[in-house]
């Protein structure tokens, strides 16, 4: 009897997690915009530094994908919040439906497209390399040309897979708790990214963030971030299941 | 001055983050989504299709000269730095003769017959030059002039190729001057890894801070092979180093 309950809520689960793959799949066009942006503006504002002895003046113009991975985080965050909206949570009423399976169906497309975020983000790190070789007007740094070995983007596909699932759940915790008061919609963005931003440039302090970006050992992060992720969804399932039925 | 970028760029995140929220909340009817969910998932592989094509032109391409400029760059660096090392052994050991002529950027010899001699040379802060004296007994008023020069390098590539050396040694009334007309200043721009990476790398000195590149402006010799008799005068004593 267990069995079968189980099997019926994993089928329910994936019948609703292949129809949102193709029903939300506007977040792919705002994905595919938001990284061309980003690639746009690495293209515009890059970092750098110079180094001088007085005779010699050596500048050095970086590029890299970090904006892009910005904007892609700000990408999940927004998608993850959505899903929480009523517009959305109204089209899972379609279906034979429970909010359990409601939640695990946006939690599976969340990972789905987080990975689908990685894959690109990793592989415009290439794109990037290539317009900036064919637009830079100053010569490539000697020992400083490269996207990365594949062992360092192979990390780095992963860091940014586990930061988008790690995001996705504080969107969409964030999006779940905007749903039961309004006036989080305002506050959650400040308090999550507008904040953080401003602690980190301007007191050069990391709360909270630390416990992740400081941590040195990826197989540690990814443990961490699942069990956060793990946390932050289990508790909105949690919140939900406690709310009438269709609110 | 900072607190208007972080302001600029709180303002820009959160546009950012209106204009995406605008993007994915226009919801469409269920017969428009099923059209537009095919045009997306498309546009979609078009745009992973795209990317995968300029990984594939990355490792295709030949590498240029700058990277066979790479090249150099990892499998000589020890080799390089070392020989920046035994030039700076060998000078300051006074085993003058043999420093590689490489490195000897201008030699001078004259006759001075007077007792003091005043250095007129300009120091730089990171670079100062260093003047070693050898005293000679029999030197017949003969001084010899020799300065030399380690090669700049980036990220431990030579570029002196890309410099050209303007200096000048006179003698005038017993001063000793160099004159050294170079200002040259170097572009370059270079590609990183992720910051996200950098969270892994053993040396976390450098997270985060976006670019690194090192910089060595070659060390600065002025040999000076004087009468016995002459004093030296004009530069700070923690540059000049007498041989025995």
């Known amino acids: ?247 | 001055m900072m607190v208007l970028n972080v302001f600029i760029m709180i303002m820009f995140l959160s546009m950012l983050f209106l204009g995406i929220f605008y993007l994915l909340s226009k919801r469409k009817s269920a017969s428009k989504k099923r059209v537009t969910s095919k045009r997306a998932i498309s546009l979609f592989g078009g745009y992973t299709a795209v990317l995968f094509l300029a990984m594939c032109v990355y490792y295709v391409l030949p590498q240029d000269e700058t990277a066979g400029r790479d090249a150099d760059f990892n499998s000589n660096e020890e080799e390089m730095y070392s020989e920046i090392d035994e030039f700076e052994r060998l000078a300051f050991e006074g085993e003058i003769d043999q420093i590689d002529e490489k490195f000897l950027i201008k030699a001078q010899n004259f006759r001075y017959e007077g007792d003091r001699m005043e250095l007129n040379i300009p120091q730089l802060e990171n670079n100062p030059v260093n003047v070693i004296i050898k005293k000679i007994e029999d030197s017949a008023d003969q001084v010899e002039v020799r300065y030399y020069k380690a090669p700049l390098r980036v990220n431990g590539v030579d570029i002196s190729d890309q410099i050209a050396e303007e200096v000048d040694i006179y003698e005038e009334e017993g001063r000793i001057a160099i004159s050294q007309e170079m200002h040259y200043d170097f572009s370059f721009h270079q590609f990183n890894e992720s910051f996200v990476l950098s969270q892994f790398n053993d040396d976390s000195s450098n997270r985060g801070s976006g670019y690194s590149f090192s910089f060595r402006n070659g060390t600065q010799i002025l040999y000076l092979s004087i009468p016995e008799n002459v004093e030296i005068d004009g530069l700070e004593e923690e540059f000049i180093y007498y041989l025995d």
């Open chain 1, 1 to 247: 009897m267990m069995s079968l309950s189980e099997m019926k809520l994993g089928e329910i689960v994936w019948k609703q997690y292949i129809y949102k793959l193709f029903s939300y799949s506007d977040a792919l066009k705002s994905l595919i915009i938001i990284q061309l942006l980003g690639i746009g503006f690495s293209l515009l504002a890059s970092g750098g530094g110079s180094s001088s002895d007085g005779y010699i003046t050596v500048s050095v113009d970086t590029y890299s994908v970090d904006l892009v991975f910005i904007f892609t985080l700000i990408w999940i965050f927004v998608t993850s919040i959505l899903l929480t909206t009523k517009s959305y949570r109204f089209e899972d009423f379609t279906f034979v439906t429970s909010r359990l399976s409601s939640h695990l169906s946006n939690i599976l497309y969340l990972i789905t497209v987080s990975a689908a975020a990685m894959i690109t983000l990793t592989l415009s790190s290439f794109l990037l390399y290539l317009l900036v070789r064919l637009f830079a007007n100053t010569p490539l740094l000697y020992g400083g040309g490269s996207p990365g070995s594949p062992g360092a983007l192979l990390l780095s596909a992963g860091a940014f897979l586990l930061y988008f699932i790690l995001v996705s759940a504080l969107g969409y915790l964030a999006g779940g708790l905007a749903q039961i008061h309004k006036s989080l919609i305002a506050v959650l963005p400040v308090v999550l990214i507008v904040l953080p931003i401003y602690l980190s440039i301007s007191l050069g302090v990391y709360p909270l963030y630390s416990f992740y970006i400081a941590e040195s050992s990826f197989w540690i992060l990814g443990i961490k971030i699942i069990f956060t992720a793990a946390i932050l969804f289990g508790g909105i399932i949690l919140l939900f299941n406690n709310r009438e039925v269709r609110a």
